[in-house]
């Protein structure tokens, strides 16, 4: 990379820093965007968004959403984005709900198998609409355990795959449940839709990510699970076949190092981070972390003004 798109302080701590915008948008055709944390956090937008998209398109580049946050399907994300002004389509949108699903679906499922959730509705979903049945879920947010003398939990042996994504409603039923599935079940996959471990679910602070529920079941299993979403290259892999882009011509935007940026140095695509999400300056530039983009900057809009001078 040459040191023109570097700036004199970013040089210090060997870490690159976006300083020709227009550069980085001239060299590639899709950008594909993290959402919480780069376009909003929790349920406030972040300023200059809409503007950037907008630029970005008026330009004729491809646009594409992926989140690994699994609480909704494409069509709930689809309303979150209508919400907040942004017009997206469904096509253009790839939450972790929807990897999970693909990947059964990739993998030949046996349509008489069944699926255990840990998550949100959206997992659910996205499961059905692959011809997948899917139990648990919200509905065993309410169910509770009584140890009391010879108690047990009776658990569906059709139980093909258990697929545990963010759960605000997880609990010790949950946890059993999908345990007994698969220790028990013969074959039985232990998927998880991420493993982020914090999630900007609102603008106040970081809350505990999907991470920690997909902890908690390789506690009790002693299993690593598949891990649908990002850093995985299951949905660059798809959405790079769908599209028919070339990935190298790929932007990856995100405010993550260990899953954004990795995500987007695995799949050998150029990868820009913003610090307006989970990543600060300091821990971008601390001596204990590996992961480098090829760019960073403070927030998306920043792709709007070009500061191409030369320092």
Known sequence: MSTTNIDSAAQIFGVP???????????????????????WKGEKLI???????????????KVVFMTNNSTKSRKQY???????????????????????????????????????????????QEL????????????????????????FIEHDKDVGAVVVGFDQFINYYKIQYATLCIRENPGCLFIAT??????????????????????AIKGSTEKEPLV??????????????????????????????????????????KTLLVLSGVTTLSMLQSPENSILPDYYTDKLSDLLTDNSADV
């Open 128 to 151: 059905e609409l692959c011809g997948i049945e899917g139990i648990g879920g919200p509905e065993d947010g309410d169910k509770k355990i009584d140890f009391k003398p010879g108690f």
């Open 228 to 269: 649908a979403g990002k850093p995985s290259l299951l949905m660059m892999d798809y959405i790079s076949k769908k599209f028919q882009i070339k990935k190298s011509e790929i932007c990856m935007v995100g405010d993550r190092l260990d899953t954004d940026i990795l995500f987007g140095k695995n799949g050998g695509c």
């Open 47 to 61: 300023d200059g968004v809409p503007e950037t998209l907008d630029m970005l398109r008026s330009r004729g580049k």
């Open 17 to 39: 820093f976006l300083s020709n915008a227009e550069g980085l948008i001239n060299s590639v055709q899709t950008f594909l965007f993290d959402c919480d944390g780069v376009l």
């Open 78 to 124: 689809r309303k979150k984005f209508e919400a907040l002004g942004l017009s997206v389509g469904e096509e253009e949108i790839f939450p972790s709900s929807f990897a999970a699903a693909v990947y059964l679906k990739s993998i030949d499922f046996p349509q008489e198998k069944k699926v255990y959730v840990i998550g949100g509705e959206g997992i659910l």
């Open 194 to 215: 991420n493993c982020d471990a914090v999630g900007h679910f609102t603008d106040a602070q970081e809350w505990a990510g999907g991470g920690s529920m997909v902890g």
